[in-house]
């Protein structure tokens, strides 16, 4: 079983310069498990690494697809598994680095993939919510998988959707395929290693980061999407960094504002990253500062 090293936390924790100073220390390559940076064109906004970084180590699975393109975690786990291989294959280690939890967690111990997408079903359940209400798909998520309904915020639309389209083509529920599989496929001998960095320093660094953005030129670069033809409905438009800049593009609210927004619902996303993370058992917490002992810990993992 190939021995890999799993970098995890919330963002702005400092993920990144670890992952490249441990690719550095230990002749290993970073594998990206940030859900975001596979987009092509969607740069500042994710936060993907510096070019001269890039240079310095090389990354796989960033700037892999089209915006309007289709990604999930089980394909993330296949990409992922043939990067790694790639990596072993020319003698040096493999660093996975990123903070969505369901990557990590498909990539180390499988995921229950489920049927292939059934468009014209999603644009029916779509038609279906937009005549019915908000609570619409919720409401039929709880009639036919309650235990799936349950742990789907009700504004979850693409979630929800995937749980009754799992449903509907399958004749049984989702929550039935996740507790038989229950992410107990053990893939790798993985070292995970989590961030754990104080709550007010890592929201002072989540301010510092989103008004780097803003002056490297994440409106520019939001704008430019637009108008190259991504509609502001796709997946990655929608997501955080993107949809506050549409708003203030699309003349919702001033830039003062945009950028406030940004910066609390960056907050609220780390606070759900390290509610994930916590719950996960076998990672070995360590302070961002403590790189002597992390660099102990991998190097007794990997050798």
Not at 33 to 54: C, F, M, N
Not at 223 to 251: C, F, R, T, V, W
Not at 266 to 291: G, H, M, V
Request: charged share 30%; aromatic share 8%.
């Amino acid at each position: 079983m190939k021995k890999i090293v799993v970098i995890v936390g919330a963002t702005a924790s400092g993920k990144s310069s670890l992952a490249l100073e441990a690719a550095l220390a230990f002749n290993a390559e970073i594998v990206n498990a940030d859900s975001l940076q596979v987009y092509r064109y969607l740069d500042i906004g994710t936060a993907k690494p510096e070019v001269e970084e890039q240079k310095r180590v090389r990354h796989h699975l960033i700037d892999i697809i089209d915006p309007a393109e289709e990604y999930t975690a089980a394909r993330f786990a296949q990409d992922a598994d043939a990067a790694i291989a790639d990596i072993s294959s020319r003698g040096k280690q493999a660093i996975v680095a990123g903070g969505t939890g369901l990557y990590i967690r498909a990539l180390t111990e499988g995921i229950f993939a489920g049927p292939e997408a059934d468009w014209a079903l999603r644009e029916e359940l779509l038609d279906k919510a937009k005549l019915n209400g908000p609570s619409y798909l919720h409401d039929r998520l709880k009639e036919v998988d309650p235990k799936a309904a349950s742990g789907i915020h009700p504004n979850n639309q693409r979630r929800l959707i995937r749980a009754l389209e799992v449903e509907a083509l399958t004749k049984r529920p989702i929550s039935d395929f996740h507790s038989e599989h229950a992410f107990k496929e053990r893939r790798y001998e993985a070292l995970k290693i989590g961030l754990d960095i104080e709550r007010e320093s890592l929201y002072r660094a989540i301010e510092e980061r989103v008004d780097s953005m803003v002056e490297a030129g994440l409106i520019a670069e939001v704008d430019g999407l637009l108008k190259d033809g991504y509609s502001q409905d796709l997946k990655p438009m929608g997501a955080l960094g993107y949809k506050e800049i549409i708003g203030y593009i699309n003349g919702e609210y001033p830039k003062e504002e945009a950028v406030r927004l940004l910066k609390r619902n960056t907050r609220r996303y780390a606070k759900k990253q390290l509610t994930w993370f916590k719950k996960e058992i076998d990672i070995e917490w360590f302070s961002p500062e403590n790189r002597s002992g992390i660099m102990k810990k991998i190097e007794e993992h990997l050798c």
